[in-house]
């Protein structure tokens, strides 16, 4: 407790005598405060320089049995107030990213940011904003005793709680909400063309976070990460322009209605004094918020059956599971399936298009090991043999996920939210899939056909109501 009242102490006079103070002085008051915490062994806290940042004080703590423990203290007015942070959605400030990001000099597993009044704790792997102060006797309310030194050898950051996903998608969710109110109030855009913008941005931040960035010749999430570099750095002039002609790649990129063109949404993110700040506020979101479940979890609000869809688990489907059971490599090219989102929810495109691949997968497998021997070696070579065999190739085989994507399933949806967030969830479903993929990515598919408005009655429910029924079985008599 003595030492709680001692950082407060020593935190409150840094600030009383902040006019008169040095470089020296900052050095020597960032080291006070980590000795009031425990951390005095010089072959334990390493003073190291902040690329960039000259006016920020880095010491980082080793740790035997973990990564190293990265402290950051900053001048006075570099960091905005957490709790205005936090209240707007956000993770980080326009410092905290910065300083975050440069843990790939340090390779920290936690990050602690303070100008010795306002403080952040970040776990540096995850993006995650574990703790925050907005006053020195707040932190010591906040933090506790997670900071010092045999609790932290003790793996007391491990053991700070994280927020549940729920939390973290309401955040999100609210995220989207206010700007797209800002587009329709302050810009004038439709709600429509708020929600498609919103819905872009989402897909290109989770691009980003993904290792399909840095697939080689995949340049528009190469473009839009240094588009949110610029943004977060106050570099706004062009943006607009910038982000527009993204947007136009993208499309080119995917052949996907996510980016096709939309002339009101281009001319009004054209206008950098829009762009800008949303680029920036989207580049201070935690990188944990950009996950399939925790997107699709940011759609649980309103109409009670929606939120229902939303974490609806599919349920097994003996008929679509004995369908794809009957595939074979003469038929496979044919295969198509329907999905109903309103009576399955949203999970079901992605539980099903897993499916669809395994089934191709399987079969592709089999192909390769049965009937489909290489020709024998001749002095000759039958080059119009191999290229005969390799045009009869299934394209199941050869273009896997544009093929199941574009052909092989058909997804129904009886209102326009579903439509939002199937095709959403789809598109990034599908980034997934090309990130994990071996090969090389050429492009997305066109999911033009893939989405259609549901019928009063599906087919599978026609086949269902017109099924002969089913002859009783006879009783023996003994």
């Known amino acids: 407790m003595r030492s709680a009242i001692d950082i407060q102490r020593l935190c409150e006079s840094w600030w009383e005598r902040i006019a008169d103070s040095t470089r020296d002085d900052q050095h020597r008051f960032a080291e006070k405060f980590l000795s009031l915490l425990g951390w005095d062994d010089?072959?334990?806290?390493?003073?190291?320089?902040?690329?960039?940042?000259?006016?920020?004080?880095?010491?980082?703590?080793?740790?035997?049995?973990?990564?190293?423990?990265?402290?950051?203290?900053?001048?006075?007015?570099?960091?905005?107030?957490?709790?205005?942070?936090?209240?707007?959605?956000?993770?980080?400030?326009?410092?905290?990213?910065?300083?975050?990001?440069?843990?790939?000099?340090?390779?920290?597993?936690?990050?602690?940011?303070?100008?010795?009044?306002?403080?952040?704790?970040?776990?540096?792997?995850?993006?995650?904003?574990?703790?925050?102060?907005?006053?020195?006797?707040?932190?010591?309310?906040?933090?506790?005793?997670?900071?010092?030194?045999?609790?932290?050898?003790?793996?007391?950051?491990?053991?700070?709680?994280?927020?549940?996903?729920?939390?973290?998608?309401?955040?999100?969710?609210?995220?989207?909400?206010?700007?797209?109110?800002?587009?329709?109030?302050?810009?004038?855009?439709?709600?429509?063309?708020?929600?498609?913008?919103?819905?872009?941005?989402?897909?290109?931040?989770?691009?980003?976070?993904?290792?399909?960035?840095?697939?080689?010749?995949?340049?528009?999430?190469?473009?839009?990460?240094?588009?949110?570099?610029?943004?977060?750095?106050?570099?706004?002039?062009?943006?607009?322009?910038?982000?527009?002609?993204?947007?136009?790649?993208?499309?080119?990129?995917?052949?996907?209605?996510?980016?096709?063109?939309?002339?009101?949404?281009?001319?009004?993110?054209?206008?950098?004094?829009?762009?800008?700040?949303?680029?920036?506020?989207?580049?201070?979101?935690?990188?944990?918020?950009?996950?399939?479940?925790?997107?699709?979890?940011?759609?649980?609000?309103?109409?009670?059956?929606?939120?229902?869809?939303?974490?609806?688990?599919?349920?097994?489907?003996?008929?679509?599971?004995?369908?794809l059971a009957q595939r074979t490599t003469a038929n496979v090219d044919a295969t198509h399936i329907e999905l109903d989102v309103a009576d399955e929810g949203y999970r079901t495109i992605t539980h099903w298009f897993d499916e669809l691949i395994r089934t191709f997968q399987r079969l592709h497998i089999e192909y390769e090991t049965v009937g489909t021997k290489a020709p024998q070696q001749s002095d000759d070579m039958d080059l119009f043999g191999w290229s005969e065999r390799d045009s009869l190739v299934p394209l199941a085989f050869t273009d896997t996920i544009n093929h199941a994507a574009e052909h092989c399933v058909t997804i129904f949806c009886s209102s326009p939210r579903q439509f939002r967030t199937a095709r959403l969830i789809i598109h990034l479903h599908l980034i997934d899939k090309f990130a994990q993929s071996s090969t090389r990515f050429r492009n997305f598919p066109n999911l033009g056909t893939a989405f259609k408005r549901r019928p009063s009655v599906l087919e599978a429910d026609r086949r269902k109501i017109f099924q002969p029924p089913q002859r009783e079985a006879e009783w023996e008599v003994i």
């Open 42 to 323: 010089p072959d334990q806290v390493e003073p190291a320089a902040v690329p960039g940042l000259p006016s920020t004080t880095a010491y980082v703590i080793r740790l035997k049995t973990h990564a190293p423990l990265v402290t950051y203290f900053t001048l006075p007015g570099m960091l905005e107030p957490p709790a205005a942070v936090v209240k707007r959605g956000l993770d980080f400030c326009e410092t905290t990213r910065t300083l975050v990001d440069t843990n790939r000099f340090f390779g920290a597993g936690y990050a602690f940011v303070t100008d010795l009044f306002r403080s952040y704790l970040y776990d540096a792997r995850t993006d995650e904003l574990l703790l925050y102060a907005d006053a020195p006797a707040q932190f010591t309310q906040e933090f506790g005793d997670v900071l010092r030194k045999d609790r932290v050898e003790a793996n007391s950051l491990d053991e700070v709680r994280r927020q549940p996903r729920s939390y973290t998608a309401r955040q999100l969710r609210e995220w989207i909400q206010r700007w797209s109110e800002t587009l329709c109030v302050d810009w004038r855009a439709p709600e429509e063309t708020a929600w498609l913008a919103l819905d872009r941005l989402v897909a290109l931040r989770y691009v980003v976070e993904r290792d399909l960035a840095k697939k080689p010749g995949w340049q528009p999430a190469q473009d839009f990460a240094r588009l949110l570099t610029l943004a977060v750095n106050g570099r706004s002039e062009g943006i607009g322009r910038q982000l527009t002609s993204l947007f136009g790649e993208m499309n080119r990129a995917w052949s996907a209605d996510l980016f096709a063109p939309q002339p009101p949404l281009e001319v009004t993110f054209e206008q950098d004094g829009l762009a800008g700040p949303l680029l920036r506020e989207l580049a201070l979101l935690s990188k944990t918020k950009f996950t399939i479940p925790t997107i699709l979890e940011s759609f649980n609000y309103g109409d009670a059956a929606e939120k229902a869809r939303v974490r609806m688990i599919p349920e097994v489907n003996e008929d679509r599971q004995m369908y």
